[in-house]
């Protein structure tokens, strides 16, 4: 079956085409053509199976449609004339057209489930894969929580939809088509009466998508809320533990799951007035044709048993309707999820690979800053929701500000100064997790963006400030970036940085499991599996930012050793608050509240007697007390 | 079927609602049956050409249709309101469940897994219990009804009828048997693949920063796969098992057509009498599909009931005995009695016979190379752990004859990775006392050296940060945590490597904002830096889980080789004997 899978991609549906409008709602009727577009891109991969589906369907529905006929049959022709073997006949096709209906209803529930779920499963890739494009400043805007609930909660909500909805439209239609062509060759002008609630079904139909729309939306909003309140929290239980703030937080899921009640009730109010009106309608549909269908036959213009017949052939045509009702507000609801969905794969990454990009070769590591200024504050920049962050400010606060200098291949430059510096976000700028406003940097004397992100960032290493492992082993955790490392190799990079004693005191050594983010070890040690992490990857690049910050000083001269071995031939920035790393480094750039305030070796500095000589001495004093 | 029994135990409180809107769907129920009769009237009517009777009965058929309008408007909206109460109350208490349970639950469960339990897995229990429930009385009454004016017309030509349902229980039966598993799997299956997208989505700098998107989508596409495989399998079982319930019945009606036709033909029943028992078999079909479609949601629910009171059936093992006593009054004094902890069965020790008395108002330090238990013991204070051997006490009181709230609000903690939430910095700061007016955290703010920054962020102290805090770099975010746990005003603080990213000179000034704030408690710090560690009066030096030197500085300095390596004391940086008594006054 993997055969058959193949990855639709919704660029290919020319996303970027459709101008995207304020208005949600006119964005929606806008690109309804365009899902449908891009929904049947979905199915294609899947169309052997689907025609088989709908054979099965439209087997399996006429063959439900025969018992009751041929039990009709049994009774007026067998039993009524005396005729045992028509009785018999009747009675023998009744249960073959049982039996094929159950046949058939297995093939199709089958198959229906085959393609929906997999369907399903395709979007959830495609929702992930599409979430992992985005730059980073994408993830500073949105919640984890909510982009989570994209992929769960509201995939979960088309489930229905699909399941249900396939068959409930195809068996339904089947029969209105049926009922409607008997009915018309029966007698075309009570037909005709009969269609004339049809306007009146539509016009509540319209209402209903028009009032649900946006009640569909809140629901899909706010268990967005709930599961990003749960991750949050689930995340910083130790906090929510330790400052014994339970009830807080009991609260405030209280007030978003009283408003999820809420939005849902609205939805229900919605359903339980919509689908019992379009059952009134019928009812109303019966009373035109029998004082109709009444008055014409007692005026003698109509047979009396034309209309007898014909109100038994009313309620075969408003169950399908009916149902076709109830599908329509589950569609309606898994528009709305669809829709969420739908915004996110609209979402467009900020940095993308030009056509021109390339692969970079093997980096010499030259890293020049040309110019740069960055600022986190990008207007143009929407969050998910479509609205602008901010407006724009006059003058921006800039992150970091006329940049200007150079790294040479195989040199190591520290960056010195106080927290909020901008220290963190220039590392963030040499991986491209950011694009400058001003300015650019370039990499062996080509600008960032003439690589490919990925192939770039595979030759850098960093170890980013807020370390994060992932679940697993600690030799896994190593290994994350060159997965065909051996054992050796890992035991290596755990020894290089000092961490093989601690990861030897462990019950299951390299293979002890870390928990969720590495909770299971100490913040010194989840630093130095980071650091390990880096160090097997060889990158070409290194980037150390702040990566020993809880590691004691200890362990950290053993780093250093290791460093002096690790750095031969590569460029280094290392960001550090501890003298004797930052000592190391061939310059040591100082940066002011965004600026270059001064650049040069240890004691150039110092001699100057600048900024950085400050800040030894505060340092000389402080590491004395 | 006691979670089917327990699922139902939800409903309780509800019930008067419940039954409303059941006897609302009977009397719907009774619309529906009366609307045909009353067209067959109005037929009848046509037929005898009698038009004052024509009106009057399409009047009654649109009063009907009306009264089934309301009723069902009616029926909706109770059983709407039914199902979300019971989803609000599963959710709270899932929740309120999490939050009493310890730490040492999530160190070893993942966010994602729970996560799921508390909104996916509760749709599918809203679904049944809200709706599932309802069609499902609804059929079965109609079952039961037909079957009893059945019995009455023909009990020899029901009981015909009935062969193949001890059948259809026993399919029934297997398939929730086998369903039920199946479908628990798939729950199960959801859950690990919302933590590997959770997981993904919190650690995408690091993808990021390795270029290993293409392996994590690896992973999660294989847990889309292990999901898409699981619900095959459900869905194989439920196409094989619903359309068999579906066609046993008819295998009735097949009888039926048989046996009695072939008596009416022998004239040994009335043809008419067998026209209106065949009616009532065809009302019974769709019921009966119901009723399977009801089974299959039952099941799901039961599945994901299954799931959830496994969270909530998991006793907390940490605990405030029942006679627990509110934090005495007191100074802050911290003492260790023979401590050991294991963070579990398997685990090596973290701590090790710890004896430690720190006297109320003094500041201690905790010194040691990474891993050797400093922030275990701090953990212990704040009894976010229990020992495993040993008692620790607050005051001369065993912390666990404390109530557990009051401990916690006298203690105040920065971990070593100062979390914040993804709210104002105001609201970040007054996490432990929401009441703190804006002054207070102004000055909390201010002694933490974090007022300048905030003051300069465009909407200042109502500035939101990112998740987890991540839009304020390393050094904001510990001097917000810093100015939270100041203002919390506890009796005991804790600052575990709360420094680690400030440089010299922030550091500097922070020690003067400390110093007041630590005046008068009892403070515990953490850290690799002498300038950190010089904050206390006193330092404990550790170790592979023990407590191996205690002294001064200096008479650590002196005598301790571990200790001057640890701090850097006896490397290329210089030192001098502390004397800034007059900062910490
Ligand atoms: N993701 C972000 N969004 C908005 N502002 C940010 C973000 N990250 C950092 N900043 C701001 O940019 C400035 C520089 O931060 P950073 O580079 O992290 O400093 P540091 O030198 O301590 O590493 C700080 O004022 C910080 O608040
Ligand atoms: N939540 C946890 N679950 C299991 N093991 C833990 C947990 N927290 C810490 N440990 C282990 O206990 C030991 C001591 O850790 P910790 O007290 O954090 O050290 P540190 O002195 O660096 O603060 C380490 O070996 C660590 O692996
Ligand atoms: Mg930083
Ligand atoms: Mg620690």
Redesign the pocket.
């Known amino acids: 079956m993997s055969a058959e899978r193949r990855e639709p991609t919704a660029s290919g549906s020319g996303k970027a085409t459709e101008p995207r409008e304020a208005n949600g709602h006119r964005e929606i009727v806008a690109g309804r053509g365009r899902k449908i577009r891009w929904t049947l891109g979905l199915l294609r991969p899947y169309r052997t199976r689907i025609f088989f589906m709908v054979l099965a369907v439209l087997v399996s529905t006429g063959a439900a449609l025969a018992p009751p006929y041929l039990a009709g049959r049994a009774i007026d022709a067998g039993i009524q004339t005396g005729d045992i073997s028509a009785l018999n006949l009747s009675i023998a096709l009744f249960v073959i057209a049982v039996i094929v209906n159950a046949v058939t209803s297995w093939l199709q529930t089958w198959l229906v489930g085959w393609v929906g779920i997999r369907v399903l499963q395709d979007l959830r890739e495609q929702v992930f894969k599409h979430i992992q494009r985005m730059s980073i400043g994408f993830f500073?805007r949105n919640r984890p929580g909510a982009l989570i609930s994209r992929m769960t909660n509201d995939i979960e909500a088309l489930n229905q939809l699909i399941s249900d909805g396939i068959v409930t439209l195809f068996a339904n239609l089947l029969t209105l088509f049926g009922v409607v062509a008997i009915m018309l060759l029966l007698d075309w002008r009570l037909a005709l009466v009969t269609f004339a609630v049809l306007p009146l079904l539509l016009v509540t139909s319209l209402v209903f998508r028009k009032y649900s729309a946006g009640a569909f939306r809140e629901t899909r909003e706010r268990i967005a809320l709930i599961t990003a309140h749960l991750q949050e929290t689930l995340s910083g239980v130790r906090v929510v533990r330790s400052f014994g703030q339970e009830d807080r937080h009991i609260d405030h899921m209280t007030e978003l799951n009283e408003a999820n009640r809420q939005a849902n009730m609205a939805t229900v109010y919605l359903n339980a007035s919509y689908f019992p009106a379009t059952e009134l309608l019928t009812a109303v549909g019966t009373s035109a044709i029998l004082l109709f269908g009444g008055w014409q036959a007692i005026e003698g213009n109509i047979m009396i048993g034309v209309v007898v017949s014909f109100v038994g052939y009313l309620q075969l045509f408003f169950d399908p309707i009916q149902q076709l009702s109830q599908l329509y507000a589950t569609y309606q609801q898994g528009m709305a999820a669809l829709d969420k969905i739908f915004t996110l794969l609209d979402t467009e990454a900020e940095i993308v690979d030009g056509p021109e990009a390339i692969d970079p070769p093997r980096l010499e590591g030259r890293i020049t800053f040309d110019d740069l200024s960055f600022t986190?504050e990008d207007p143009e920049v929407e969050a998910e929701s479509g609205e602008p962050v901010r407006p724009a400010p006059a003058e921006p606060r800039w992150?970091v500000r006329d940049i200007d200098f150079e790294i040479a291949p195989g040199e190591t430059v520290a960056l010195v100064?106080s927290?909020?510096?901008?220290?963190?976000?220039l590392a963030k700028l040499i991986t491209r997790f950011h694009d400058p406003q001003e300015g650019r940097i370039m990499i062996d004397g080509r600008p960032l963006p003439d690589y490919r992100q990925r192939p770039l960032r595979s030759q850098m290493g960093i170890v980013p400030?807020e370390g994060f492992l992932f679940s697993g082993s600690i030799a896994e955790n190593i290994a994350f970036g060159r997965p065909d490392a051996s054992l050796e190799e890992i035991a290596a990079a755990a020894d290089a940085v000092g961490a093989s004693p601690f990861i030897e005191r462990l019950s299951d050594g390299l293979e002890t499991e870390v928990g969720e983010r590495g909770v299971q070890l100490s913040s010194g040690q989840r630093q130095l599996v980071a650091f390990a992490r880096v160090i097997l990857a060889e990158p070409r690049i290194l980037i150390l930012d702040e990566a020993t910050s809880a590691v004691d000083t200890r362990t950290e001269k053993v780093i250093e050793r290791a460093l002096d071995e690790v750095l031969k031939g590569r460029t280094a920035v290392v960001?550090a608050h501890r003298l004797s790393t930052i000592r190391r480094a061939d310059r040591i750039i100082v940066?002011e509240r965004g600026h270059i305030a001064e650049t040069g070796s240890h004691d150039e500095l110092i001699e100057s007697g600048g900024l950085y000589a400050g800040l030894y001495s505060s340092w000389t004093d402080s590491s004395a007390g | 079927m006691p979670t089917f029994r327990r699922l139902l135990g939800f409903l309780r409180p509800h019930r008067r609602l419940l039954w409303g809107s059941m006897v609302f769907a009977w009397m719907a129920m009774g619309m529906t049956v009366l609307i045909p009769w009353l067209v067959g009237q109005a037929v009848n009517a046509v037929q005898d050409s009698d038009q004052t009777q024509l009106f009057w009965m399409v009047g009654a058929i649109l009063v009907a249709a009306v009264l089934r309008l309301v009723l069902t408007v009616i029926r909706r909206i109770v059983a709407g309101r039914v199902s979300l109460a019971v989803e609000f109350d599963l959710r709270q208490e899932v929740y309120a469940h999490l939050m009493s349970l310890e730490l040492g639950f999530f160190d070893r469960n993942q966010t994602g897994q729970l996560m799921s339990r508390a909104t996916v897995d509760l749709q599918s229990i809203r679904f049944f219990l809200g709706y599932g429930l309802i069609f499902f009385s609804q059929s079965i009454l109609t079952v039961l009804l037909a079957g009893v004016v059945m019995f009455v017309i023909n009990p020899w030509l029901a009981l015909i009828a009935l062969a193949p349902a001890p059948l259809i229980v026993i399919t029934a039966l297997r398939y929730t048997r086998q369903s039920r598993p199946a479908m628990q799997e798939v729950a199960q299956r959801v859950a690990e693949l919302t933590a590997q997208a959770e997981e993904s989505v919190a650690g995408i700098r690091v993808v990021k920063a390795f270029a290993r998107e293409d392996h994590q989508f690896e992973r999660f596409q294989g847990a889309v796969d292990r999901l898409f495989d699981q619900s095959i399998r459900s869905t194989r079982i439920q196409a094989f098992f619903t359309p068999l319930i579906g066609a046993l019945p008819q295998i009735g009606t097949a009888l039926v057509l048989l046996v009695g036709g072939h008596e009416v033909l022998n004239g040994s029943l009335d043809l008419g009498q067998f026209t209106a028992f065949y009616t009532y078999m065809l009302m019974l079909a769709g019921p009966l599909r119901t009723v399977g479609m009801a089974l299959g949601m039952g099941q799901r629910a039961i599945a994901a009931g299954n799931r959830l009171f496994e969270v909530l059936d998991r006793e907390p093992r940490l605990t405030s005995r029942p006679d627990a006593i509110p934090l005495p009054e007191g100074g802050g004094a911290v003492s260790f009695d023979s401590v050991s902890l294991r963070y579990g069965p398997e685990a090596p020790e973290a701590l090790l016979d710890i004896d430690l008395d720190v006297p109320a108002g003094s500041r201690l330090a905790l010194v040691g190379p990474s891993g050797s238990g400093k922030t275990s013991l701090a953990a212990l204070i704040a009894r976010l752990y229990d020992p495993t051997e040993g008692e620790v006490s607050i005051d001369g009181t065993d912390l666990r004859d404390l109530e557990i709230p009051s401990l916690r609000h006298g203690i105040a903690y920065v971990s070593d990775d100062s979390f914040l939430f993804s709210d104002t910095i105001a609201n970040n700061i007054s996490y432990a006392r929401a009441d703190a007016t804006p002054g207070e955290i102004e000055r909390a703010a201010r002694l933490a050296q974090a007022s300048e920054?905030i003051e300069a962020l465009p909407d200042g102290y109502e500035t939101v940060v990112?998740e987890r805090g991540?839009?304020?770099?390393?050094?904001?975010r510990q001097r917000v945590a810093i100015a939270r746990a100041l203002l919390a005003n506890p009796r005991i603080l804790i600052l575990d490597d709360a420094t680690s990213s400030l440089d010299a000179t922030t550091e500097q000034q922070i020690r003067a904002g400390l110093a007041e704030a630590m005046a008068g408690r009892t403070t515990f710090v953490i850290g690799h830096r002498l300038s950190t560690i010089s904050l206390a009066d006193e330092c404990v030096l550790m170790d592979e889980g023990r407590i191996i030197d205690r002294g001064t500085i200096a008479e650590l300095t002196d005598r301790s080789s571990l200790f001057r390596e640890l701090t850097g004391g006896s490397g290329d940086e210089p030192l001098f004997v502390p004397e800034d008594e007059e900062v910490l006054a």
């Open positions: 500073n986190y992150a100064g927290t909020g510096a901008g220290k963190s976000t400030q960001i940066l | 920054f990112g991540l839009t304020l770099s390393g050094g904001q």
